[in-house]
């Protein structure tokens, strides 16, 4: 036998109980053939094996990103950043040069954008003084608002409103024209359109497929971003990824990007249901989950807004916002007629999904999975609720009783990564912020976690989530909720994949799974938590292909 791989002289960390810590790894046929030590694996070796000497560097299963939005995230690498620039001067500066290297853009698309970068709250009047005729907007850091100048509205064709579902809103001026803040996915669709990514925008703005079959050129223009992300993700380790909007469409760029061999992680794609959406819409998401069962495309779950974010104040609250009386916001679906929904994707055996980062929102969602159990009876559903940034105290046991899945991010509470401190105090109750990002709590009460970044909210560095996730400092009168760093990277791995229901393929160094594996740049038990984020990824294998390595590896 020609064993294809072999990693030596390695630091595994496997993941797998039975046994945790080992020396090296052997790969063949793009899967796990022995984890053992040195000379164990190298026995194994014969003149044709690749070796790979790790020069004593960690070794991991390969990173499982939980919740991200890979095709949107490709595209947004090629967008205006703004993260941490501001001031009007600094943003028209960045706007002018990007426009200067980019004069074909149909609208020039910032990311990253603070709601408070221009330093007063951004109107189309204000975008106008950077770019009068040419038309340019920008998107929040949370993916939940954007602003447009004059000339982005009147080319969407937003600029005197247009009728939007629940929960989205064009925000009108007393003239009767838009103000520039458009919130929530559809509402500023027409300006993603803009970009030429609508398409793409589909899986998460509508949950609707394109109208017309697209081209093979435009398929290819889809793949390009896709690829472009999934090279992103390589250089940072990932191997899987649950992804957080889909349709159909992405599901069939994916599996063509499997045949062509351009496929370099196993990607979970949902159905995704919008409010407005008969419950009979539900078979197309059966009709996925039968479709796409592979080992790097499938789908199986049904993904649900039931909120938006705080910084907006369009996540739902149990009570009022600070300073805004009279003001929780809303779900987006009704509460009773959610309960029904959720029966009906669990009695169909498959997996959900909900955004919910309110404490009201949380409440109503775990309401729905438990009439699911209630009845359709308890079975390894797996259902999860994405974010969970406030919660109320007395919800907290119920996710562990219910067998709820916690799908957080490290990089989402304020004060710790790219978020700042100051937002708390906008947002929630200073008494109310021991119950904000309660991680710990929720784990040892019985929910399972799974890390992620929702890139492109955050960066999707798992190194930068770990660093963020172990340096958070208790926020005032809190409890300290933070996971230690083997319990935090079983949340970026096996964590990960058995709440994807990949467990059987992926997240452990195990005989039998998946050669899904990531080489540390350094030993990650003796780096100091807050130097994590300068360790980087020397290596990047997935399905027993590299897909990403660093100068001087062998």
């Not at 340019?136 to 949370?142: G, N, R, S, T």
């Not at 001026?173 to 669709?189: C, I």
């Amino acid at each position: 036998m020609i064993v294809d791989m072999i990693v030596t002289n390695a630091k595994v960390l496997t993941m797998d109980p039975a046994r945790p810590r080992a020396e090296a790894v052997a790969l063949d046929g793009g899967r796990i053939i022995a984890v053992g030590s040195r000379a164990e694996v190298e026995a194994l070796a014969t003149p044709g094996t690749r070796r790979i000497d790790a020069g004593g560097r960690s070794l991991l299963p390969g990173f499982v990103e939980s919740h991200l939005h890979l095709a949107l995230g490709g595209a947004e690498l090629m967008q205006l950043q703004l993260g941490g620039v501001t001031g009007f001067d600094a943003v028209a500066e960045a706007f002018a040069a990007y426009g200067a290297r980019h004069p074909d853009m149909a609208v020039l698309f910032a990311q990253g954008a603070g709601y408070c970068c221009l330093g007063a709250p951004a109107t189309r009047q204000m975008l106008d003084r950077i770019s009068a005729s040419r038309p340019i907007a920008m998107m929040a850091p949370d993916h939940h608002t954007v602003w447009a100048n004059t000339a982005a509205l009147s080319a969407a064709g937003v600029l005197h409103g247009a009728p939007m579902p629940h929960g989205h809103e064009i925000v009108m001026a007393p003239d009767g024209t838009a103000t520039g803040e458009l919130l929530e996915f559809e509402a500023f669709g027409p300006i993603i359109d803009l970009a030429g990514l609508k398409r793409l925008n589909l899986g998460i703005a509508t949950g609707e497929e394109p109208a017309t079959a697209p081209s093979a050129a435009d398929r290819e223009t889809d793949k390009t971003h896709i690829a472009r992300g999934l090279a992103h993700c390589a250089r940072h380790g990932i191997t899987s990824m649950v992804n957080m909007d889909g349709n159909r469409y992405l599901a069939e760029l994916l599996s063509e990007m499997e045949a062509e061999g351009r496929l370099t992680a196993r990607v979970v794609v949902p159905f995704h249901l919008k409010p407005h959406m008969d419950i009979s819409a539900l078979d197309r998401a059966s009709a996925m989950h039968r479709d796409f069962t592979g080992d790097w495309v499938r789908s199986g779950f049904v993904k649900m807004f039931m909120d938006g974010v705080v910084d907006s104040r369009t996540a739902f609250m149990l009570n009022d916002y600070p300073g805004v009386q009279g003001h929780k916001s809303e779900p987006l679906f009704a509460p009773d007629r959610f309960k029904d929904i959720c029966a009906e994707i669990d009695r169909r055996g498959l997996q959900i999904a909900v955004h919910a980062i309110g404490d009201g929102a949380v409440r109503t969602t775990i309401d729905g999975y438990e009439a699911a159990q209630q009845r359709n009876g308890a079975r390894d559903s797996r259902h999860r609720i994405e974010h969970i940034e406030l919660i109320d105290r007395a919800d907290i046991p119920r996710l562990g009783a219910l067998g709820i899945t916690a799908s957080v991010q490290p990089t989402h509470a304020p004060g710790t990564m790219d978020f700042p401190i100051e937002s708390m105090e906008l947002v929630y109750h200073p008494h109310r912020w021991t119950d904000a990002y309660t991680w710990r709590s929720l784990r040892d009460q019985g929910a399972p976690i799974a890390y992620a970044s929702d890139w492109p909210v955050t960066d999707v560095s798992v190194l930068r989530g770990l660093k963020a996730a172990l340096c958070r400092v208790p926020y005032e009168g809190a409890d300290d909720e933070r996971l230690n760093l083997m319990d935090s990277l079983y949340a970026y791995t096996a964590g990960g994949a058995w709440a994807a229901h990949l467990e059987e393929l992926t997240g452990r160094l195990s005989p039998g799974l998946a050669g899904d594996l990531v080489l540390i740049d350094g030993d990650i038990e003796t780096t100091a938590p807050e130097d994590l984020d300068r360790l980087g990824i020397a290596m990047t294998i997935a399905g027993g292909r590299i897909t990403h390595q660093i100068p001087g590896i062998a």
